[in-house]
């Protein structure tokens, strides 16, 4: 009944399902399962960042993304009140797809994404990346089945499977990712543990429909609508305008109806379709691999809501493990191909929760001045009422104003990045500044064709030559070609290209992110194909690269 695969996928969320779409396009056999029988109705993620929207595009499914998501011409806006029919302190402006997408159009300075964010919500993600992945060759999704236990030897892995129908067996393949959500049986199958833990209070969730609460406030739509006051709140539009989920502090008594009236500031009609309660989380596992098992999304990093970086740092995960795994089992790829994704994601996954971090001491600090008679007209209340609103308008920015951290990031110390001298550009910089020192993204350019290069760019490594001769590159040409990986060679004769690149020649990996630079040819093009393909480790992570909080107690204690 399970046939045998190349990659086992454990998990049906968006992470796992990106991975599967993936490796199915790089024609790797995949099967991906999921215990549950159907995508369950529950609000989670609801945006999509600039760099998960590139991926999506690079995987030919951006488009389907955005039809199915949050209408292009509705406010992306932020606004802090005390209720909906309450004149917001402030109102964080940012804006529309439509808009975000004319700003990327009009400008080619390389501090844009190829691609601007897309709201959509899990619920409406999940099942829409169903549908690709089972239209996707060498994919086999199978909802309704069960991961129950896994061993690993040299040659693979065999996984022991229980489907809903009663139907039980085993199955064969190279390898296995655990994108299994934050009760990883894969992790715990392992004995990997996760160093953090709570951030803060447990929360309650209410998610219900109102058709007509659009008019029943004032504001008009926006994307959060942040309450503070005696019970701190945030109402959060899904992406069909008709939904909402409210998060708050659970302290007891929370009648979710009265919830409800009290952020709206009137009653309104609501069909309730879940409560429940959670608890915001900050960890990172102790390890992203052992052996052939990999961890990827929640499995392997839990993030506070605020920033965003949950799912898209999964997504992530999955782009830069699927090239990975094809390559290892096309056979082009050495065995530090495989090994790196733990030292380039795992990093990541701490610079992402330092970031999260960051984005959630933002917001609690313009809370901690909540004053009861903050409307009031006299003098007290004026000043408080002015300080409140600019701190609301300096730490609030800290969980949407990001770029530098979902496009800036950059691979440190990696064993398939070329170690060029020098002092880097700060990688944790928020704010986006576009750069190809080794490690990092390309930045997108519009070339003078009006064709974005990102476009123009290939399945397997890439080699630009920015007004360099193509005869420069026979030498890295003919050593990717004798180690078998494949290499395409693009010429830009663009000067814009050049100016923002600074480099006549720059090699990439299938994920864009720049393995070497240089205005000549690299003096040993065997060494760099070596490097680039994990055959040559050139050093190895620093212990500090990985995971920097030497005391993670210290880290939850300023949550």
Same mark, same amino acid.
């Given at each position: ?21 993936? $490796?199915?396009?790089?024609?790797? +056999? ?5 215990? +549950? ?13 600039? =760099? ?52 990327? +159009? ?99 969730? &209410? ?24 019970? %701190? ?8 305008? =008709?939904?909402?989920?409210? @998060? ?36 990172? /596992? ?20 605020? %920033? ?44 992402? $929760? ?22 009031? @007209? ?6 408080? =009422? ?13 969980? *949407? ?27 944790? @910089?928020? &704010? ?48 990717? %070609? ?30 864009? *992110? ?27 992570? +620093? ?10 107690? /210290?880290?939850? @204690? =300023?949550?």
């Amino acid at each position: 009944m399970f046939d045998d695969t190349d990659v086992i996928v454990v998990g049906g969320g968006p992470v796992g399902l990106t991975l599967a779409i993936d $490796l199915g396009r790089r024609g790797i +056999r995949c099967t991906l399962l999921e215990r +549950r029988e159907h995508p369950p109705m529950l609000p989670k993620m609801e945006l999509c960042n600039p =760099r998960t929207m590139e991926i999506y595009r690079r995987l030919g499914i951006a488009d389907d993304i955005r039809a199915a998501g949050y209408p292009a011409d509705a406010p992306m806006d932020v606004l802090v009140t005390t209720s909906l029919n309450d004149p917001p302190l402030l109102r964080l402006k940012y804006p529309c797809v439509n808009a975000a997408q004319a700003a990327i +159009r009009d400008h080619n300075d390389g501090r844009r994404p190829r691609e601007a964010y897309q709201r959509i919500s899990q619920y409406t993600l999940e099942p829409l990346l169903k549908r690709l992945a089972e239209r996707t060759p060498n994919v086999t999704v199978s909802f309704g089945c069960m991961l129950t236990d896994f061993v690993q030897d040299g040659a693979g892995i065999v996984a022991t499977v229980a489907s809903t129908d009663g139907a039980t067996g085993t199955m064969r393949a190279k390898y296995l990712v655990g994108c299994d959500g934050a009760n990883s049986t894969v992790r715990e199958r392992l004995g990997i543990a996760v160093v953090g833990g709570a951030a803060g209070p447990k929360l309650i969730q &209410v998610f219900f429909r109102s058709d007509d609460l659009l008019s029943r406030h004032p504001l008009g739509p926006a994307r959060h609508y942040y309450i503070f006051g005696t019970r %701190g709140a945030v109402l959060v539009t899904q992406d069909d305008l =008709r939904y909402y989920a409210i @998060n708050a502090l659970a302290e007891p008594p929370v009648d979710p109806q009265t919830l409800i009236d009290e952020v709206v500031g009137r009653p309104v009609s609501a069909e309730i379709l879940r409560v429940g309660y959670w608890t915001p989380m900050l960890v990172v /596992a102790e390890r992203y691999a052992a052996g052939r098992v990999f961890l990827a999304g929640d499995a392997a990093h839990q993030y506070i809501p605020t %920033g965003g970086f949950g799912m898209n740092t999964g997504v992530g995960d999955a782009y830069d493990l699927g090239w990975k795994l094809a390559g290892t089992i096309r056979g082009w790829g050495g065995p530090e191909l495989i090994a790196s994704y733990d030292a380039e994601r795992r990093q990541i996954g701490w610079r992402n $929760l330092r970031a999260s971090e960051a984005a959630a001491l933002g917001g609690r600090g313009w809370r901690a001045a909540y004053y009861p008679s903050i409307r009031d @007209n006299t003098a007290e209340a004026r000043s408080r =009422r002015a300080e409140m609103i600019r701190l609301i308008d300096e730490g609030q920015r800290k969980s *949407h104003e990001m770029d530098g951290i979902e496009l800036g990031y950059r691979y440190l110390d990696s064993p398939l990045i070329w170690p060029e001298p020098g002092e880097s550009p700060d990688p944790n @910089n928020p &704010v986006y500044e576009p750069t190809t020192w080794p490690g990092a993204r390309l930045p997108h350019v519009w070339l003078s064709d009006g064709t974005a290069l990102h476009d123009q760019i290939g399945e397997g490594y890439t080699l630009l030559l920015i007004g360099a001769a193509r005869d420069e590159a026979a030498g890295i040409l003919q050593a990717f %070609g004798e180690r078998g990986a494949p290499l395409d060679s693009i010429e830009v004769p663009d000067t814009r290209a050049r100016n923002i690149y600074g480099c006549r020649l720059i090699l990439l990996r299938p994920d864009l *992110h720049v393995v070497w630079r240089g205005d000549r040819a690299p003096d040993n093009p065997e060494m760099l194909a070596a490097i680039a393909t994990g055959h040559h480790g050139v050093r190895h992570l +620093r212990s500090d690269a990985c995971c920097p909080v030497r005391d993670p107690a /210290a880290l939850m @204690n =300023r949550i």
